[in-house]
């Protein structure tokens, strides 16, 4: 592999899904590397949501084209263009400007592609630990797509490693994350929240719970959803009993919210629980000293902050290895370094910084001159230190700098930061998000005073722990604690971000708190916004009198006279739709028989049907019995977007023989629950 930047890309190029909106992935991202010599550099990262404003980004590219559009765009402002690109991979259908290589998982080829990207972002997060120590790591999600590896869904799902001194050896580990994505399914929370609720609601239930079967294989989904129902049966009928001392519902919440609450705090349980028997089965069986050996974790169960700061504590590692992107908005991270290992086990590599997303998708002096903000805009100003504190003393401010986190969780350059000695604070900030009034909000917190203030805590660069805060601490900063006394935590340093810890630092010197409220610079079912534009907008639809952008502040007013226009507006606005519907001579080019997008999904989800040629006309019939089939078995479903359906059609030579052969199996879960 040869000297220059190369790209690695975890999306998905059809014409037909591009145009019917099928998803076979989601949170499609872009990584741009250099290699210098051994050195390799991660340059930026691209999260598709961040540019189109659709939420965990579904859509595939509609050609090549398309894609090197998109990458033509991002190139230009790091004064690059695509012909500055040696090689692509990771996603099929994009030509390389010189030849992919799309060997190179295939060492590997027993597990999931998708599952050994999710390991390779953890395990070499710094290489040099990866050549000199040990690390064990685990990689746990919903399940992986079938993109490139259209095998996936005939072997383990998820993959554990242990590394010593750059040896590394593989194997297959259970994950309850599909019992995460079944409660998503079911209450409609997403797991953070559904895990926030079962801290905040005190409902108490005695139940006597069999652990849940382990979940290794497609074949253990079905097991998984007996165990699920029976939970919730046993569950809803427990609620509906009046009598017994023991069963005690929170009157803070519904009865739903109750019923959540207690299956969450369950299914967490049973979480840790089964994590630490498999790390501890690790541990015993390849003489791991855990004071001596990294914990790597990845995967979308990786967001889980009580999980991983369990294992930590129980096993005593040495440190945790996790980037900033553990969900699927880190798949092109892991792609990209599997390859560089691959062709170049020796390379060099460490991801020093959070901060690797796009500077922005405008500037602050063209965004100023636009009619739009300039009558809002009172004053722009350079601040000083005292100006900022006294803005956060007044209330929550916009905080837009350089160039974005990589990731799900807002790491302090597109975030909301406020004063967290007030519990109103949290309770603005949920109201401006349009949240649950028990959704917590992370402290973000000088690293040099994290052991001050919460208990047994260690360094979270990325918000992947969740600590206790001290007992004498808590009713000093009320708005960052959870309703358990817990609270999610950011550790900063000097070297990760000196601006931010100079304003920390300027505020434990002002009030004796090292920490302000941290959440996400975004509205509800909105991506992390990515334009000063975009933030401009937020801060006048809420009516926030403060937005710093760029090192500027800027002073706003005239809240009655801005269009507070709903969410979904605000992204047709500051976003750039990604979308190229096909003509009507290309559709019907492209998909002659005229399949439903149903039908359409059908082929695309199950392997073995993306080979059957769909213009035949002998085949619409035939498959369209075999979706009567899986309709039967799934139950009414209004859309099989973003689900994966486990059929096992190995053998299978045709529709025909399909539909004569094979019954399918239960929907259990999504694709991924990042």
């Given amino acids: 592999?040869?000297?220059?930047?190369?790209?690695?890309?975890?999306?998905?190029?059809?014409?037909?899904?591009?145009?019917?909106?099928?998803?076979?992935?989601?949170?499609?991202?872009?990584?741009?590397?250099?290699?210098?010599?051994?050195?390799?550099?991660?340059?930026?990262?691209?999260?598709?949501?961040?540019?189109?404003?659709?939420?965990?980004?579904?859509?595939?590219?509609?050609?090549?084209?398309?894609?090197?559009?998109?990458?033509?765009?991002?190139?230009?402002?790091?004064?690059?263009?695509?012909?500055d690109i040696v090689g692509v991979w990771g996603t099929p259908g994009i030509n390389s400007v010189s030849a992919s290589g799309g060997d190179y998982w295939r060492r590997f080829e027993e597990f999931p592609q998708h599952s050994l990207a999710h390991l390779f972002s953890a395990l070499m997060l710094d290489k040099s630990i990866f050549d000199t120590e040990t690390?064990?790591?685990?990689?746990?999600?919903?399940?992986?797509?079938?993109?490139?590896?259209?095998?996936?869904?005939?072997?383990?799902?998820?993959?554990?490693?242990?590394?010593?001194?750059?040896?590394?050896?593989?194997?297959?580990?259970?994950?309850?994350?599909?019992?995460?994505?079944?409660?998503?399914?079911?209450?409609?929370?997403?797991?953070?929240?559904?895990?926030?609720l079962a801290g905040a609601c005190k409902a108490v239930l005695p139940l006597a719970v069999d652990d849940p079967p382990l979940i290794i294989r497609r074949r253990d989904f079905e097991k998984a959803?007996?165990?699920?129902?029976?939970?919730?049966?046993?569950?809803?009928?427990?609620?509906?009993?009046?009598?017994?001392?023991?069963?005690?519902?929170?009157?803070?919440?519904?009865?739903?919210?109750?019923?959540?609450?207690?299956?969450?705090?369950?299914?967490?349980?049973?979480?840790?629980?089964?994590?630490?028997?498999?790390?501890?089965?690790?541990?015993?069986?390849?003489?791991?000293?855990?004071?001596?050996?990294?914990?790597?974790?990845?995967?979308?169960?990786?967001?889980n902050c009580p999980l991983n700061t369990a294992l930590m504590k129980q096993f005593e590692f040495k440190g945790f290895l996790a980037p900033p992107c553990v969900n699927d908005s880190g798949l092109s991270l892991g792609l990209g370094l599997m390859r560089f290992f691959a062709d170049e086990p020796d390379f060099r590599f460490r991801l020093s910084s959070p901060y690797l997303g796009s500077n922005g998708t405008d500037n602050l002096s063209d965004v100023i001159k636009d009619p739009t903000f300039s009558l809002h805009i009172e004053d722009i100003s350079h601040p000083e230190l005292e100006t900022i504190l006294s803005d956060l003393l007044d209330g929550p401010i916009v905080w837009f700098?350089?160039?974005?986190?990589?990731?799900?969780?807002?790491?302090?350059?597109?975030?909301?930061?406020?004063?967290?000695?007030?519990?109103?604070?949290?309770?603005?900030?949920?109201?401006?998000?349009?949240?649950?009034?028990?959704?917590?909000?992370?402290?973000?917190?000088?690293?040099?005073?994290?052991?001050?203030?919460?208990?047994?805590?260690?360094?979270?660069?990325?918000?992947?722990?969740?600590?206790?805060?001290?007992?004498?601490?808590?009713?000093?900063?009320?708005?960052?604690?959870?309703?358990?006394?817990?609270?999610?935590?950011q550790t900063l340093t000097m070297e990760t971000n000196p601006e931010l810890h100079e304003i920390l630092n300027a505020f434990h010197r002002a009030t004796g708190v090292p920490m302000l409220c941290n959440t996400s610079l975004n509205d509800r079912s909105e991506p992390i916004l990515n334009s000063i534009s975009a933030a401009l907008d937020f801060a006048l639809s809420k009516e926030l009198s403060v937005i710093y952008a760029d090192g500027m502040r800027i002073q706003l007013g005239a809240f009655q006279h801005h269009d507070k226009t709903a969410t979904n507006k605000r992204a047709r606005r500051h976003f750039k739709p990604m979308e190229e519907p096909l003509s009507a001579g290309d559709v019907h080019r492209l998909n002659p028989l005229g399949f439903s997008r149903e039908e359409l999904v059908l082929?695309?989800?199950?392997?073995?049907?993306?080979?059957?040629?769909?213009?035949?006309?002998?085949?619409?019939?035939?498959?369209?019995?075999?979706?009567?089939?899986?309709?039967?078995?799934?139950?009414?479903?209004?859309?099989?977007?973003?689900?994966?359906?486990?059929?096992?059609?190995?053998?299978?030579?045709?529709?025909?023989?399909?539909?004569?052969?094979?019954?399918?199996?239960?929907?259990?879960?999504?694709?991924?629950?990042?």
């Fill in 1 to 83: 592999m040869g000297d220059g930047h190369y790209i690695s890309a975890y999306c998905h190029v059809d014409a037909l899904d591009h145009h019917y909106g099928i998803a076979l992935r989601h949170d499609h991202n872009i990584s741009l590397w250099r290699k210098n010599g051994g050195d390799v550099e991660l340059i930026q990262v691209w999260e598709l949501e961040r540019f189109s404003g659709e939420k965990h980004h579904l859509r595939a590219f509609r050609d090549n084209t398309h894609f090197w559009t998109f990458v033509a765009d991002r190139l230009r402002p790091l004064g690059l263009d695509t012909t």
């Fill in 135 to 196: 690390i064990v790591a685990l990689a746990m999600d919903g399940g992986p797509d079938s993109v490139e590896d259209e095998a996936s869904q005939r072997k383990p799902y998820y993959v554990g490693a242990l590394v010593k001194n750059g040896k590394m050896s593989l194997f297959p580990v259970a994950s309850t994350a599909p019992l995460w994505a079944l409660m998503r399914q079911r209450y409609g929370l997403k797991e953070g929240s559904l895990m926030a």
């Fill in 225 to 303: 959803d007996r165990w699920f129902k029976g939970v919730t049966r046993q569950v809803e009928d427990t609620l509906s009993s009046t009598s017994g001392s023991e069963i005690r519902g929170d009157p803070l919440f519904t009865r739903k919210e109750n019923e959540a609450a207690v299956i969450a705090r369950l299914i967490q349980q049973k979480t840790i629980s089964q994590t630490k028997q498999i790390l501890a089965k690790i541990i015993d069986e390849n003489d791991v000293t855990p004071q001596n050996t990294y914990l790597a974790m990845s995967g979308g169960l990786a967001l």
């Fill in 401 to 489: 700098q350089g160039q974005a986190e990589i990731g799900p969780r807002a790491l302090g350059h597109r975030s909301l930061l406020a004063d967290p000695r007030d519990i109103t604070s949290r309770d603005r900030l949920n109201r401006i998000k349009q949240r649950q009034w028990w959704r917590p909000v992370a402290p973000l917190v000088l690293d040099e005073f994290s052991k001050d203030w919460f208990e047994e805590s260690f360094p979270s660069p990325y918000m992947l722990h969740a600590f206790q805060v001290k007992a004498d601490k808590a009713a000093l900063v009320p708005a960052i604690c959870h309703l358990d006394g817990t609270a999610r935590v």
């Fill in 603 to 674: 082929m695309r989800q199950i392997p073995k049907l993306r080979h059957v040629d769909h213009t035949a006309p002998g085949t619409a019939p035939r498959l369209q019995r075999l979706l009567s089939k899986l309709r039967h078995s799934f139950g009414k479903q209004p859309d099989f977007q973003f689900i994966d359906m486990y059929h096992d059609l190995q053998g299978s030579n045709t529709l025909e023989e399909a539909l004569g052969n094979r019954q399918a199996e239960p929907v259990c879960c999504e694709a991924d629950n990042g």
